[in-house]
């Protein structure tokens, strides 16, 4: 069973974001960085599919040199071989080009099952993977929180609202999005380790891959810390003036009452 993983390197949870002067990203020499944590849980999805039916786990990602520490934990955790699709302003790119460079990058190859996290820890839009399986024309399911493969077939259990699941039968080769806590992340060998130095990590240009009509659908202008700030109005009047005079500003300024 050949499987292509999805996955992205992005911020450490506890770094100190320091905006750029340019307001376009936050300053990258600053921090540490580490795997999303949703496709750190979609890599051992699809190791422990490689481990029970054989084949082979390929891993990729987008992103500039710094990325390939990232590729190689993958390979050292067992992933066979890496595909690096290189661009320095990754960061601009909305899920669209996102997926569409990923979807130019594997479409050559031919993989049975295409994995990635229910989104990222940075942007959080949660579309890259549903729009890969779009450009691929496969099917695909998300929030999936169990995988089942039997004669050619998959069956999915999927995480839904107010503690509800739903199991969901599809052909292969399909896409699905892994939630996290689907199962317990290996952490890398010493024999693993080793041996990921000897294994191929394929780079390819990104600007090389993306059609040129594949423009972008949305635009960040700016990031910014939020101001905090606070008020504090005094209100006059007898108990019950005062009490009605509360009750107009919970209701139409704070918007708390219906």
């Not at 999805?6 to 960085?33: H, M, Y």
């Not at 399909?174 to 024999?191: C, D, E, F, H, M």
């Not at 040129?212 to 101001?227: G, H, L, N």
């Amino acid at each position: 069973m050949n499987i292509l993983v999805c996955f992205k390197q992005v911020p450490a949870k506890d770094a100190t974001l320091r905006i750029a002067e340019d307001g376009s990203w936050v300053r990258e020499a600053d921090i540490a960085f580490e795997v999303n944590e949703p496709d750190a849980f979609a890599l051992e999805a699809g190791l422990q599919l490689k481990e029970k039916f054989g084949g082979e786990v390929v891993v990729v990602t987008l992103g500039p040199e710094r990325v390939r520490q990232a590729i190689k934990e993958a390979l050292a955790k067992g992933a066979d071989r890496a595909l690096h699709v290189q661009d320095d302003k990754f960061y601009q790119l909305d899920p669209l080009q996102l997926a569409a460079a990923l979807a130019a990058a594997v479409k050559e190859e031919k993989f049975d099952l295409l994995l990635t996290g229910l989104q990222s820890d940075d942007h959080g839009f949660g579309q890259t993977g549903v729009l890969l399986a779009e450009l691929l024309g496969l099917p695909h399911a998300t929030i999936i929180m169990e995988i089942q493969v039997q004669d050619g077939r998959l069956r999915v259990k999927r995480e839904l609202e107010a503690g509800w699941f739903q199991w969901v039968e599809m052909p292969l080769p399909a896409v699905l999005t892994i939630q996290s806590g689907i199962n317990k992340p290996r952490y890398a060998s010493l024999k693993g380790i080793m041996a990921a130095k000897k294994k191929e990590i394929r780079g390819l240009e990104r600007s090389a891959l993306l059609r040129a009509d594949t423009k972008p659908t949305q635009q960040t202008k700016r990031i910014y810390v939020p101001e905090k700030s606070k008020k504090t109005e005094l209100l006059t009047g007898t108990a019950k003036e005062a009490a009605g005079r509360l009750v107009e500003k919970l209701r139409h300024e704070a918007r708390i009452l219906g």
